[in-house]
């Protein structure tokens, strides 16, 4: 049989951050289209249950016609069994709530453990097993969860995992106290990116991350985790597939010797070319290094031509300035002696010298002071 488990899509958030407003509207039906997408791909990959391991609206407050659309395309996919387990961000509530009728395909969960048996012949089954953690069930979720080995375990939960118990807190999961619970596959929402790690003796843990990168705390790949469990022998193969419209990438690239905006365009370049990244995606780029005084650097220039390129672009400075004091010390031009007033003014930091160097460098050059 085969399963998605995906988790913290965060539908309908606003995406404002680094966007215009048409984009932040377009990146949003974009975050929708995507779990549209994926509901379709389960119906031509032969995909029997979806996981939703919490987190599908971003907040409470929710439009309708999201909404609609989720609750349209799980209808329309009859084929398939969606389990649907509520996050930490208050919205699934309120989701439910809002149907007026919930289709036969969609299951929920509860503050109690819930078991469905997702496939049962001549004795072998498959299980999920998942429960909605809170303050009060905190302190007996893991003493209530009784598994039988002899079926193929799957659990869904939505918290942060830990390797130990933290007592009354309900946004904690202690991967220690799930060990030898006959866990096969922990389906696990909360963290937005793909990890996936041991759960002994049997089996394993894994957040499928969000569908869509949403920030440059997102970067990279974003998709869900397809899961093909053998009936017979309940070998299980698991693999990630990434499947975001657009990807974000937070690149570094060291400017230490570039001396123009050319200089940096090229090296820019060239690190976006090691990323693979496309067109369509966002850039975040991260200026580093140790640079010339008189290096010529226009961030703001530099966004605007890769905004060109891409869907999204901007750069950030994070270089430092190295001034070499032994290169001004015989010049007795206007700059030479500017530099050798800010190095003695002893009230001035090393980076305070530098920065105003910088700036008076650029004033003497007839600039635009970029501050
Ligand atoms: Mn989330």
Redesign the pocket.
């Known amino acids: 049989m085969r399963i998605i488990h995906c988790a913290?899509i965060?539908l309908d958030s606003q995406m404002t951050a680094n966007l215009d407003k048409e984009k932040a509207k377009e990146r949003k039906h974009e975050i929708l289209d995507t779990f549209l997408r994926m509901v379709e791909y389960a119906g031509n990959n032969n995909v029997d249950a979806i996981i939703i391991a919490?987190?599908l609206f971003d907040t409470k407050t929710f439009s309708a016609g999201a909404r609609n659309s989720v609750i349209d395309s799980i209808a329309s996919h009859p084929n398939i069994d969606f389990y649907y387990l509520k996050?930490n961000?208050g919205g699934g509530d309120r989701f439910i709530e809002a149907i007026k009728e919930v289709p036969d395909n969609l299951y929920l969960f509860a503050d109690n453990w819930k078991r469905y048996n997702l496939y049962e012949n001549e004795g072998k089954r498959i299980t999920l097993s998942g429960i909605e953690l809170g303050d009060d069930n905190v302190s007996t979720v893991y003493s209530s969860l009784l598994l039988d080995p002899r079926d193929f375990n799957i659990v869904t939960m939505h918290g942060q995992i830990t390797t130990y118990q933290v007592k009354n807190s309900s946004d904690n999961i202690s991967l220690s106290d799930l060990r030898n619970k006959n866990i096969n596959y922990l389906a696990l929402?909360?963290v937005?990116e793909y990890q996936e790690g041991e759960l002994p003796p049997r089996g394993k843990y894994c957040y499928s991350g969000?569908l869509e990168g949403r920030g440059f705390d997102e970067c990279g790949k974003h998709g869900f985790v397809l899961l093909d469990i053998n009936e017979d022998d309940f070998t299980c193969k698991t693999e990630f597939v990434d499947f975001a419209n657009r990807h974000l990438y937070e690149i570094p690239v060291d400017i230490s010797d570039c001396k123009t905006n050319t200089d940096i365009k090229r090296k820019i370049d060239a690190a976006i070319g090691l990323q693979k990244s496309e067109t369509k995606d966002l850039l975040k780029i991260v200026l580093t290094g140790d640079i010339d005084v008189d290096c010529e650097k226009n961030t703001e220039y530099l966004a605007k031509i890769l905004m060109e390129g891409f869907y999204f672009a901007k750069v950030n400075d994070k270089t430092k300035i190295a001034v070499d004091y032994n290169d001004y010390e015989l010049d007795a031009s206007l700059k030479g002696e500017f530099v050798r007033i800010v190095k003695a003014d002893e009230s001035l930091s090393e980076e305070e010298k530098a920065e105003i160097i910088r700036c008076g460098f650029q004033a003497l050059n007839g600039e635009d002071i970029e501050l």
Do not use: L, P, Q
């Open positions: 913290d965060h919490g987190d996050g961000h929402g909360h937005h969000c």
